[in-house]
Structures are given as structure tokens and as C-alpha cells.
């Protein structure tokens, strides 16, 4: 008799015991998920923002809780992604797609084969911002001048190369290259220690903002030279920089130039239920994702699911099957 009461008393406190450590056994399931975006004054960090908004309001059903960190752009991003060292990045669409065929940075390496995608997100304009005391007026006169084209791990640094490239000019030997972060840019051009910069990136975004606003006048260059360039990469396309975003420049009309698009990606590691929900929340909560950048204005789902270069997760490739987004 005695022994069964134990027991009881055994089997009750075992119940209490699991019941007051419910909440460790919850927070044992909890997966953190990282993005690495871009430098804070671009548009992939509150891009990345956005998206783990979106997540992790429902921290409680799916247990992911998602967090943003600032990084060098997308070449970093591909690579650490591919590491294991972040679960998410955001990546220009030729990075993706020179990552995926073992091209440019990945010429070494080979093809990134475990890279996937989830979907594409706004554009970005290869954006050439100069100094008006410094005579530039077109990219042809960008020779002989200081410029900054991007620092090694950004996206920007190879469609600088291109553009340059594009109008006879070799970075290496007419003009005086910098390699700095975009996020550093504006303030070397306002302090006069640039004559222009490169940056390849959505608009209105805080960097440009920044290099058009202060005391010394600037312009957004035009680069119009582009039929090789477009000719001979497929993943350039015209593109135009709405001028009503920066009212500071000199500028009076748009800015044609080339550009290409922001994408999602992570790794065939990533477990598939993680980017189910990801790319569900996303999908599903639209319109309010639209809402969370002013880059954002011209996307549709439908849109979202172009540029991609690598394999579609299969998390996430669920999600776009149920939808009836893709067969
Ligand atoms: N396109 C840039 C890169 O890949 C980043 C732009 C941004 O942070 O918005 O490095």
C-alpha cells in the first residue's frame, strides 16, 4: 500500500517536473535563423529586417526566432551561407547566378552547389554617384579620378568592373580605385577624399540619401553605354533610379543605368520546415510585407519568383506548390 502511494507520489511530482519544464522543453525547440543583408544604410538590413518581422511574430507557432546582421554584401553573404555560418542571405541576382555556375569570385572554388533560392525581393540599380566640382558628368569621365567601386565581398565591387569595363576603362590602370564598404562612401565623397563612388542597390535607400544631401553637390551619373554589357551578361537588364528620392542631387530627370535584383537564398542544409514558414509568413502576409520598404513598391509574387538562378529550397518550394504559385 505504502509503495503504491510512492509510486503516486512518484508519478505526480514526475508530471509536476514535466509540467514546469515545459517552457525549457519550448525554448529547447527554438531554432535561430540568421540573414546577413548588407551595410545599415542599404536596403538589404532592414530588407532583412522586414523579413524577420514577418517571422517572428509567429516565434510561439513555429519555434524559429530570426535575427539580421550586417555584413560586407552579397559575395560575403553567398560564402557564408555556403559555411554554415548564417542560414540566410540576401544576394544581388548575379551573384547568384556567378555562385551557382562557379563564376567571377567562385572561378576557384567551383559551382556552389548546396546554394538555393527562395525567392527574388526589390531591384537595385548600379548607381554611380559623383562629386559636381570634380567634372563628371558621364562615366568616361571617371579616368584619372578617385573612385571607390566596392569593397571585395560587396556586389557591387564586379558590376563596377563591368561598367567601367563597358566604357574602355580598366580600373586597375585609369583610375585610382578604393575599395571601401558602401556605408563609407558618402561621407569620403562629401569630405572630398572620393570624386565618386559605386553602388549597386535598391531606392530610396539611407546611403544615397546621405551622399546627396550634404554641402558639396553631387550628381547621379547616367550610364548609357550598356548594350555590350547587357549583350554579353544575362543577368543585366536597363533600369532607372526614380530622381524623386534624392532631392538633393543636381539631377533634374531619372537616371538610366542597368541593374539587377535582390534575391533570398540559403542552403540545401537549411531544414525544409524553417523555409516553409519563412517563405509562407512572407507569401502570405504580402501586403504588409510591401508596406515595410518604399523598394518594395513594384513587387508582385509573381515577380518574386523571377531572377532565380540556383534550385528552389523544397521548404519553400512547398509552400509555392500549395499556393498554385508553381507546378
Ligand atoms: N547590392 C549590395 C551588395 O550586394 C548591397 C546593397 C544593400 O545593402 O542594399 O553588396
Not at 502511494?5 to 508530471?15: E, F, M, P, Q, W
Not at 535563423?33 to 548588407?38: A, L, S
Not at 538562378?309 to 506548390?321: D, E, K
Amino acid at each position: 500500500m505504502r509503495r503504491t502511494i510512492l509510486s503516486v507520489l512518484a508519478v505526480c511530482l514526475g508530471v509536476l517536473l514535466a509540467a514546469g519544464m515545459e517552457p525549457t522543453a519550448v525554448q529547447a525547440k527554438t531554432r535561430y535563423v540568421t540573414i546577413g543583408t548588407g551595410g545599415i544604410t542599404g536596403v538589404y538590413y532592414p530588407t532583412g529586417g522586414a523579413i524577420s518581422k514577418i517571422i517572428n511574430k509567429k516565434r510561439k507557432e513555429y519555434g524559429i526566432r530570426c535575427t539580421v546582421e550586417s555584413t560586407g554584401g552579397s559575395v560575403f553573404n553567398v560564402n557564408a551561407v555556403m559555411s554554415g555560418d548564417l542560414e540566410f542571405g540576401i544576394v544581388q541576382s548575379d551573384r547568384q547566378y556567378q555562385a551557382w555556375k562557379g563564376l567571377a569570385e567562385w572561378k576557384e572554388k567551383g559551382p556552389q552547389k548546396e546554394l538555393r533560392a527562395v525567392f527574388s525581393i526589390h531591384p537595385e540599380s548600379v548607381t554611380l554617384v559623383a562629386a559636381e566640382d570634380a567634372g563628371i558628368k558621364t562615366i568616361e569621365d571617371l579616368r584619372g579620378k578617385r573612385v571607390n567601386i566596392g569593397n571585395p565581398g560587396s556586389g557591387q565591387r564586379q558590376n563596377s568592373i563591368d561598367a567601367l569595363e563597358a566604357a574602355g576603362i580598366d580600373y586597375r590602370k585609369d583610375i585610382i580605385a578604393e575599395q571601401v564598404k558602401a556605408a563609407e562612401a558618402p561621407g569620403l565623397l562629401q569630405d572630398g577624399r572620393i570624386d565618386a563612388f559605386f553602388y549597386t542597390v535598391g531606392h530610396p535607400s539611407g546611403a544615397i540619401k546621405e551622399a546627396t544631401a550634404g554641402r558639396r553637390k553631387v550628381r547621379i551619373v547616367p550610364l548609357t553605354t550598356i548594350d555590350a554589357l547587357l549583350a554579353k551578361y544575362p543577368y543585366y537588364a536597363p533600369a532607372t533610379i526614380p530622381i524623386k528620392f534624392y532631392p538633393g542631387a543636381v539631377n533634374t530627370q531619372d537616371v538610366p543605368t542597368f541593374g539587377v535584383k535582390a534575391t533570398f537564398v540559403t542552403s540545401a542544409k537549411v531544414p525544409d520546415d524553417v523555409l516553409y514558414a519563412i517563405t509562407k509568413e512572407v507569401f502570405e502576409n504580402f501586403d504588409r510585407f510591401k508596406r515595410l520598404h518604399p523598394a518594395y513598391e513594384v513587387l508582385t509574387k509573381k515577380g518574386m519568383l523571377q531572377g532565380l538562378s540556383a534550385p528552389i529550397h523544397p521548404g519553400a518550394m512547398r509552400y509555392y506548390r500549395e499556393a498554385g504559385l508553381m507546378k
